[in-house]
């Protein structure tokens, strides 16, 4: 049975086949191969792996993972991780960025366990066909959030040395009066209608902040990455409220984990300029609060001036960023 998913004519697959590798969107040197997925109650249900492979030999690479409403783009990350010694892998998540399909409620799932299928078949793409036999995970966000329940659920099994998680999901960043009466009525709504519209009305501050059409630096595809967010559908925000409870309790991921968020969180729905040196999307001092419930060696660093994103901060910001990785890296994930 052919099966294809078609963004600029890219990417194309046959289920049961060896998948090819393409030239991705980005454009050469990038790769991209689909994975075939478990069809579920949409249908057909893909993943895409981005590659890059550096010019030096190595037996590292590392595995990103991005966040909601998003996709991967950021060449320039992957740029750090080569020169660093790494080959690099991008994981476009189900339903999100080069795997949404028209048939499909855009970035949705009702378990963050839905995902462990393309994270452990990339892996397994990186270590026997690649030939890797060290791995760093670097997670985004939500991103952060799924890849440390994750490493929990598949720690003492050898898939991954050491994470990276920059600004990960840990916790809800809203009001008292939302994570007490809202967000419980929402996660009841979710077991019953999955893919109601909870119409939270996500503000456009952080899109705004780093897109070039706006006040931002950076292009990327606003039909995979909107200024205006998908909406958040009541499954999705069951399940990661399900993951927040999850890490309240204490995970026990037994590699090294390097957390990394701003120093400040930028708190109006309006946009102002603030906004281009602060977290425009989560509470910071709520990343901090659950960083030592990840797992047994962690490691905490702010920047300042950071975004959500620490990686799309102005340029001064996310090179203290990248020297502060490397100075964690050279502790837990040295090169070999």
Same mark, same amino acid.
């Given at each position: 049975?052919?099966?294809?998913?078609? #963004?600029s004519?890219?990417v194309?697959?046959?289920l049961?086949?060896?998948?090819?590798?393409?030239?991705?969107?980005?454009?050469?040197?990038?790769t991209?191969?689909?994975?075939?997925?478990?069809?579920?109650?949409?249908?057909?249900v893909?993943?895409s792996?981005?590659?890059?492979?550096?010019?030096?030999p190595?037996n590292?690479? &590392?595995?990103?993972?991005? +966040?909601f409403?998003?996709?991967?783009?950021?060449t320039?990350?992957? $740029?750090?991780?080569?020169?660093?010694?790494?080959? /690099?892998?991008?994981?476009?998540?189900?339903k999100y960025?080069?795997? =949404?399909?028209?048939?499909?409620?855009?970035?949705?799932?009702?378990?963050?366990? @839905?995902?462990?299928? @393309? %994270?452990?078949?990339?892996?397994?793409? %990186?270590?026997? $066909?690649?030939?890797?036999?060290?791995?760093?995970?670097?997670g #985004?966000?939500?991103?952060?959030?799924?890849a440390?329940?994750?490493?929990?659920?598949?720690?003492?099994e +050898?898939?991954?040395?050491a994470? /990276?998680?920059?600004?990960?999901?840990?916790?809800?960043?809203?009001?008292?009066?939302?994570?007490?009466? &809202?967000?419980?009525?929402?996660?009841?709504?979710?077991r019953?209608?999955?893919?109601?519209?909870?119409?939270?009305?996500?503000?456009?501050?952080?899109?705004?902040?780093?897109?070039?059409?706006?006040?931002? @630096? *950076? @292009?990327?595809d606003?039909? *995979?990455k909107?200024?205006?967010? /998908?909406? &958040?559908?009541?499954?999705?925000?069951?399940? =990661?409220?399900?993951?927040?409870?999850? &890490?309240h309790? +204490?995970?026990? !991921?037994?590699v090294?984990?390097?957390?990394?968020?701003?120093m400040?969180?930028y708190?109006?729905?309006?946009?102002?300029?603030?906004?281009?040196?602060a977290?425009?999307?989560?509470?910071?001092?709520?990343?901090?609060?659950?960083?030592?419930?990840? +797992?047994?060696?962690?490691?905490? %660093?702010? !920047?300042?001036?950071?975004? #959500?994103?620490?990686?799309?901060?102005?340029?001064p910001?996310?090179?203290?960023?990248?020297?502060?990785?490397?100075?964690w890296m050279?502790?837990?994930?040295?090169?070999?």
């Amino acid at each position: 049975m052919d099966l294809s998913l078609d #963004h600029s004519g890219t990417v194309t697959y046959r289920l049961g086949v060896s998948v090819d590798v393409v030239t991705d969107v980005l454009g050469e040197p990038y790769t991209c191969r689909t994975i075939p997925l478990r069809d579920d109650d949409e249908g057909v249900v893909t993943a895409s792996l981005v590659a890059c492979r550096s010019d030096r030999p190595t037996n590292a690479a &590392v595995l990103y993972v991005h +966040g909601f409403v998003d996709y991967f783009f950021q060449t320039h990350l992957a $740029e750090f991780f080569l020169g660093a010694g790494l080959n /690099f892998y991008a994981l476009d998540l189900r339903k999100y960025g080069r795997s =949404i399909q028209p048939h499909q409620t855009p970035n949705f799932c009702v378990d963050l366990a @839905e995902y462990y299928e @393309e %994270i452990d078949e990339a892996i397994r793409i %990186i270590r026997e $066909e690649d030939g890797h036999d060290r791995l760093l995970i670097n997670g #985004h966000s939500t991103g952060g959030l799924v890849a440390s329940l994750w490493a929990h659920d598949r720690r003492g099994e +050898g898939k991954v040395d050491a994470m /990276f998680l920059n600004s990960p999901f840990l916790d809800l960043n809203a009001p008292a009066m939302v994570r007490k009466v &809202v967000a419980p009525a929402a996660v009841r709504l979710g077991r019953r209608r999955p893919r109601a519209d909870l119409r939270l009305g996500l503000n456009q501050v952080y899109g705004r902040s780093i897109h070039r059409d706006h006040d931002g @630096e *950076w @292009e990327y595809d606003l039909g *995979w990455k909107p200024l205006q967010p /998908f909406p &958040v559908r009541a499954g999705w925000f069951r399940a =990661i409220r399900a993951g927040h409870a999850r &890490v309240h309790n +204490g995970l026990d !991921i037994d590699v090294p984990v390097l957390v990394a968020c701003s120093m400040a969180s930028y708190k109006r729905a309006r946009w102002g300029e603030a906004a281009r040196a602060a977290d425009s999307v989560l509470d910071v001092d709520q990343i901090a609060r659950w960083t030592p419930a990840l +797992g047994r060696t962690t490691t905490l %660093i702010r !920047i300042e001036g950071g975004m #959500h994103d620490l990686t799309l901060s102005p340029e001064p910001v996310r090179e203290q960023l990248f020297a502060g990785v490397l100075r964690w890296m050279s502790a837990y994930f040295p090169p070999a």
